[in-house]
């Protein structure tokens, strides 16, 4: 089976797919895929947009991006477009992937049993600390960072996934990014500077908890409906969240990414 590095099939963006559409493609192959396992073999647009949570006006035109349209009366082949946006998101080929940072999230990651099942092999784990060094983590035996270079040079690596303290995140993604990575999954909550042509997706679970907050704090604080207006002032408004810039010239990702379920 081809590897990341040696074989990469026409982009998205070579292909000229909006980012937008690409980031609603791994939705719509999740509903996909729900569908082939229950034996479904077609759905209709409207039925595959609400279990993927858009408008079928949306995904009908994400699919046109595709060349796939569905048939009127019938709708969509669910094998076909799985098949379709899989080779589209290049999970027709296997992608070895290195995590660094065999903290609790790390090791986390590492147990994760949803990336084989989406083209992703875990194909080593690192870590500073030497007294992890040897031991299997979801029978993967860590490494020392020292060898992060040798790694990703003998397993074709193109895709890292940084979960290390803040303060290491820099330094770990900077040599990753010397030994050939090109993409680069942060858990890190700290943004990270990168060059040209360099893809960063950040998640960082702070942020979704503090917009959740946010949203429970509006929710307390709205009025029954059908209660009188008071002259009580309105509580002070919460203190502002500072957002921190991109920075570098590389598109870290400031849109938070999120694993999938």
């Not at 070579?14 to 479904?40: D, H, K, Q, W």
Request: a negative charge.
């Amino acid at each position: 089976m081809a590897t990341g590095r040696n074989h990469r099939p026409a982009t998205s963006r070579s292909r000229g797919i909006p980012e937008a559409t690409v980031a609603r493609l791994p939705l719509y192959l999740r509903a996909l895929t729900a569908l082939s396992e229950r034996s479904v073999p077609t759905v209709s647009s409207e039925e595959l947009a609400s279990a993927a949570g858009v408008n079928s006006a949306k995904l009908r035109k994400d699919f046109s991006y595709l060349g796939s349209y569905g048939t009127r009366g019938v709708g969509y082949d669910v094998e076909y477009l799985v098949y379709q946006i899989s080779r589209e998101l290049g999970l027709t080929q296997d992608w070895p992937v290195v995590i660094v940072g065999i903290g609790n999230l790390g090791a986390a990651l590492a147990n994760y049993g949803g990336f084989a099942s989406r083209g992703f092999r875990v194909a080593a784990l690192i870590d500073a600390d030497p007294t992890l060094s040897g031991k299997p983590v979801a029978g993967i035996p860590v490494q020392h960072t020292d060898e992060l270079e040798k790694i990703i040079s003998d397993n074709g690596v193109s895709i890292g996934v940084i979960a290390t303290p803040a303060g290491a995140a820099q330094q770990v993604c900077d040599r990753l990014v010397g030994a050939g990575v090109t993409s680069i999954l942060n858990f890190a909550p700290t943004v990270l500077s990168v060059p040209e042509g360099v893809d960063v997706r950040k998640v960082d679970l702070s942020i979704e908890l503090q917009i959740l907050a946010f949203h429970e704090q509006r929710k307390a604080g709205e009025e029954p409906a059908g209660e009188p207006e008071t002259d009580t002032a309105p509580p002070a408004a919460p203190p502002a969240v500072a957002v921190q810039k991109r920075t570098g010239s590389g598109p870290d990702g400031d849109v938070p990414a999120v694993m999938p379920a």
